[in-house]
């Protein structure tokens, strides 16, 4: 049993889970680096808020950006921003290592060159 202030405690806690989730708070967006297998699955659900790049620093990626009809596939060094309210699933096509941050910032290894472009798949 829960003496009033661990009750208390518990509810608020809830209230402000309750909160955050409802009214989508801005997250920490910096992440990574994310480390995935072949065939693993990555999500977010950006809020259009913020704009965020997601850049692959080993490895292949595919991704998919809810909202965009095409694909993409991420090589060593290539980007893709993220600018628009949706769902983003990314899935390592080989063993593969990327970030996600709030503004373009290498996540490389240093000496590794981070700019390039996602080539779109059809």
Same mark, same amino acid.
């Given at each position: 049993?829960?003496?009033?202030?661990?009750?208390?405690?518990?509810?608020?806690? /809830?209230?402000? !889970?309750?909160?955050?989730? @409802?009214?989508?708070?801005?997250?920490?967006?910096?992440? %990574?680096?994310?480390? #995935? =297998?072949?065939?693993? /699955?990555?999500? !977010?659900?950006?809020?259009? @808020?913020?704009?965020?790049?997601?850049?692959?620093?080993? %490895?292949?990626?595919? #991704? =998919?950006?809810?909202?965009?009809?095409?694909?993409?596939?991420?090589?060593?060094?290539?980007?893709?921003?993220?600018?628009?309210? %949706?769902?983003?699933?990314?899935?390592?096509?080989?063993?593969?290592?990327?970030?996600?941050?709030?503004?373009?910032?290498?996540?490389?290894?240093?000496?590794?060159?981070?700019?390039?472009?996602?080539?779109?798949?059809?």
């Amino acid at each position: 049993m829960l003496g009033a202030m661990e009750d208390a405690a518990m509810w608020d806690w /809830l209230r402000t !889970v309750a909160h955050r989730w @409802r009214f989508g708070a801005r997250g920490n967006w910096t992440t %990574g680096p994310v480390r #995935l =297998t072949q065939g693993d /699955l990555w999500s !977010v659900r950006t809020t259009g @808020r913020e704009s965020l790049v997601l850049t692959c620093a080993e %490895g292949e990626l595919w #991704l =998919t950006y809810e909202g965009d009809p095409r694909d993409y596939v991420l090589r060593p060094g290539d980007s893709m921003r993220l600018e628009r309210a %949706g769902h983003v699933v990314v899935q390592a096509l080989r063993t593969s290592r990327f970030c996600l941050r709030e503004r373009p910032a290498p996540c490389a290894d240093p000496g590794a060159h981070p700019s390039g472009s996602a080539a779109a798949v059809r």
